[in-house]
């Protein structure tokens, strides 16, 4: 059911810029801070009070297929997006058909990797809707069996409010990083989602060398007068007609 924004009104302090940055800045940096040199911590060495700032944006996933991860536990602002309890729900609900399939490479190749995933997000518009973009990190963890199947993330949505729900996510840029043990993983820009990702290419207009080459403009046409003869291949006719007989008066 949706939900009017004036009761949203929370989120709209959200607008600050930088404020998705610097959440998932600091639960990379908390994620790195648990590595302590291995490569993937443990679901069980996560501790709330470390993730005080970020713990209303962040999530835990649990890999229940590939490429598909549940939310196990997830912060208020993910609930206040979708305008429900998301718990239980997969994390592609928060995405529209098109981007669901990036997200779902995004985790698995967080699960298979393991990698860390960071991804620019925007708002899906609509009546209601303001503009809105997102960041979203995916950091693996392991279970208690050892196997990692969990997923340590946040989603941090900026705006001047959420509108009206469920608000749903296209992904514009996504960058994913294999974790390398004993290493710090970097963190990097995410790359621009081409259109080809979303079959889009044939209905964008192209530009640049892919430009389509225009085709040439037909010329007027234009009536080309026959040179004329050299004297010496004109007639006796036509060298007397050059002449011109002046006479004193």
């Avoid at 959200?14 to 994620?31: E, I, K, P």
């Avoid at 979708?82 to 718990?87: L, Q, Y």
């Amino acid at each position: 059911m949706d939900r009017d924004f004036d009761i949203q009104d929370k989120v709209a302090r959200l607008g600050d810029t930088g404020v998705s940055r610097r959440v998932v800045a600091q639960m990379r940096a908390y994620w790195e801070g648990l590595r302590k040199g291995r490569d993937v911590p443990a679901r069980a060495e996560i501790d709330p009070r470390g993730l005080e700032s970020a713990l209303e944006y962040a999530f835990i996933l649990e890999r229940v297929a590939p490429g598909m991860g549940r939310f196990r536990l997830a912060g208020m602002h993910l609930n206040d997006l979708m305008g429900m309890e998301v718990r239980g729900m997969p994390l592609t609900a928060l995405f529209t058909p098109e981007g669901r399939k990036r997200v779902a490479d995004a985790t698995e190749a967080v699960f298979s990797g393991p990698s860390v995933a960071e991804l620019v997000l925007t708002a899906e518009a609509g009546i209601g809707k303001p503009a809105m973009t997102a960041r979203l990190i995916l950091l693996p963890m392991k279970s208690d069996m050892g196997d990692v199947t969990r997923i340590l993330g946040c989603l941090v949505a900026e705006g001047a409010g959420i509108g009206r729900t469920p608000r749903r996510f296209v992904v514009d840029a996504v960058h994913v990083e294999p974790v390398k043990q004993g290493q710090p993983t970097p963190a990097k820009m995410p790359s621009p989602v081409r259109p080809e990702a979303f079959g889009l290419a044939a209905r964008l207009p192209k530009f640049g060398a892919d430009a389509p080459k225009p085709a040439t403009a037909p010329q007027p046409f234009t009536a080309v007068k026959p040179a004329r003869p050299a004297f010496a291949a004109r007639t006796p006719e036509e060298r007397r007609a050059m002449f011109r007989v002046v006479t004193n008066d």
